[in-house]
Antibody
Framework: QVQLVESGGGVVQPGTSLRLSCAAS????????MQWVRQAPGKGLDWVATISKSGSDKFYADSVKGRFTISRDNSEDTLYLQMNSLRGEDMAVYYC????????WGQGTLVTVSS | DVVMTQSPLSLSVTLGQPASISCRSSQGLVFRDGNTYLNWFHQRPGQSPRRLFY???NRDSGVPDRFSGSGSGTDFTLKISRVEAEDIGVYYC?????????FGQGTKVEIK
């Protein structure tokens, strides 16, 4: 079955960096666009970034543009989110999501930004 | 950005009774390919979101047929014909037509 397993979350200080990973299985990863969506504690869902199946097209929310980079390794069936210059408002559970139409979600990984 | 406005923001429903959630977009959601990319998601407490419907009314596998999605243009609705205990949680609409993608604020459904 389709599985998306995020990792890489943790506690970091403002201004530092973190890289999230999402290991995909149960489907042909290289044929699917992929996305990151986040959810701050007690809040709603917030789209972060999308990458096309080849990785040639990338889209970002204005709130993360220039600080976050979405990428993928189709040979390793893995999606990444490089997060730089982290801020308090980036604190959230980050979900890896399959396809343009967000068909399948991972369990999420928590990023805590605190001094 | 396209603003997605859900109403109500909370709903207390008696088991077996119907429920309805509205989602309105600030711009039309018809894409140049003719499709309307409006999705509905359900998030139970402590769980990841799960998609219920894509392109307005296409029900995902395993979603009970007591759920229905409808609408067009800027006005969309999620209906539950008879609410069951497992339906509690927060429901979100999301548009996938325009960049950036945007979600509604969420509607919390509880059992009365």
């Amino acid at each position: 079955q389709v599985q998306l397993v995020e990792s890489g979350g943790g506690v970091v200080q403002p201004g530092t960096s973190l890289r999230l990973s999402c290991a995909a299985s149960g489907f042909t990863f290289s044929t699917c666009a992929m996305q990151w969506v986040r959810q701050a504690p007690g809040k709603g869902l917030d789209w972060v970034a999308t990458i096309s199946k080849s990785g040639s097209d990338k889209f970002y929310a204005d709130s993360v543009k220039g600080r976050f980079t979405i990428s993928r390794d189709n040979s390793e069936d893995t999606l990444y989110l490089q997060m730089n210059s982290l801020r308090g408002e980036d604190m959230a559970v980050y979900y890896c999501v399959r396809e343009w139409e967000l068909s399948t979600w991972g369990q999420g990984t928590l990023v805590t930004v605190s001094s | 950005d396209v603003v997605m406005t859900q109403s109500p923001l909370s709903l207390s429903v008696t088991l077996g009774q119907p429920a309805s959630i509205s989602c309105r977009s600030s711009q039309g959601l018809v894409f140049r390919d003719g499709n309307t990319y409006l999705n509905w998601f359900h998030q139970r407490p402590g769980q990841s979101p799960r998609r219920l419907f894509y392109r307005v009314s296409n029900r995902d596998s395993g979603v009970p047929d007591r759920f229905s999605g409808s609408g067009s243009g800027t006005d969309f609705t999620l209906k539950i014909s008879r609410v069951e205990a497992e339906d509690i949680g927060v429901y979100y609409c999301m548009q996938g037509t325009h960049w950036p993608r945007t979600f509604g604020q969420g509607t919390k459904v509880e059992i009365k």
